[in-house]
């Protein structure tokens, strides 16, 4: 892995042959009537893998709201064995992180996963790599957590959301406006707003999360964003998006919206400075991409 610094932000790049920008595709949003209908869709999405791939399979799990309803499938059928033969297969990684953050406060994204997905689930999956925020050494837990996805072959689904932006504009993962992400970058480590802290926070108790002042205390004290950048979604072999809480988050009606809308450049620097713009419009990049939503996403 080798550093790579834009102005405050740090983004980490794999050594090696360079990408190039794809074609952009476009967005055809399949609208589905409740949340659990979403998270039947996702769950169907990691069966159709399981059908189609031989060995192991590598996630990454979206945090927030977008998959509740599926880690709450996953987390039931978990208590039983009608899956235990797939659960047996999965790596599964966390795709952000606030940091420095202890790894048990219940503002993170493993406690989040830890609840609603269950022990069980923990226990029957192949394994479990976080990114870890417990630590002094950020970027080199980041070379480690990065390290173990590679050697496993990279991700067979990314689980992913959308979330609003100033003037907009949007985030994926949680690549941020402006923070000079390249189509190279497979993640980065990102100076923390107030915007991003208090979305956070209000997604976490929307969702239901029991938040203890000294957990968010600790949460609004966080100085970084960890997150998988371009080069990692891209990479994916299939980007499965969820986007259900715009009625609890009601920018996210119009940033979606200029995300599918949105006319694209063929000229690079010019789709590259648009990508910077608004980094919601990576997904419109990835060749093999479903966007699943509830009716008030689009009106």
């Known amino acids: 892995m080798k550093t ?11 050594k090696g042959a360079l990408l190039q920008l794809p074609q952009a595709q476009d967005v055809a949003p399949v609208v589905l009537p409740n949340e659990k209908a979403v998270g039947l869709a996702m769950f169907k999405e990691l069966t159709d893998v399981a059908e189609t791939k031989t060995g192991d399979i590598n996630i990454a799990l979206l945090g927030g709201r977008g998959a ?30 606030l940091a420095p953050m202890r790894m048990n406060n219940g503002l993170s994204f493993v406690r989040d996963f830890e609840r609603l997905l269950g022990k069980e689930f923990f226990k ?13 050494d950020i970027l080199g837990e980041m070379d480690k957590y990065l390290d173990t996805m590679n050697q496993l072959g990279g991700l067979d689904i990314f689980f992913i959301g959308h979330g609003p932006e100033a003037h907009g504009a949007s985030h994926l993962a949680y690549i941020k406006p402006e923070s000079g992400a390249n189509i190279n970058d497979i993640a980065g480590v990102i100076p923390i707003s107030q915007s991003i802290l208090e979305h ?41 998006q969820s986007v259900v809480d715009a009625d609890t988050a009601p920018a996210k009606k119009l940033t979606y ?21 608004n980094p919601g419009l990576w997904f419109r990049l990835h060749h093999n991409a479903v966007s699943y939503v509830l009716p008030n996403v689009l009106g």
């Not at 709450?72 to 992180?97: C, M, P, W, Y």
């Not at 029957?124 to 002094?136: A, G, L, R, W």
């Open 124 to 136: 029957k999956i192949k394994s479990f790599t976080p990114m870890v925020t417990e630590t002094n």
């Open 257 to 277: 919206k200029n995300v599918i809308e949105a006319k694209l450049p063929s000229e690079p620097n010019e789709l590259e400075n648009q990508l910077n713009q």
């Open 200 to 240: 956070h926070i209000s997604k976490f108790k929307a969702g239901g999360t029991a938040v203890s002042e000294s957990d968010e205390t600790e949460c609004r004290e966080a100085k970084f964003i960890l997150t998988l950048g371009p080069a990692a979604i891209l990479s994916a072999k299939k980007i499965v």
């Open 68 to 97: 509740q309803a599926l880690h709450q499938h996953l987390g039931e059928l978990s208590k039983g064995n009608s899956i235990d033969t797939l659960l047996a297969r999965l790596n599964v990684f966390t795709q952000d992180a």
């Open 4 to 14: 790579i610094s834009t102005d405050k932000n740090t983004w980490i790049r794999h």
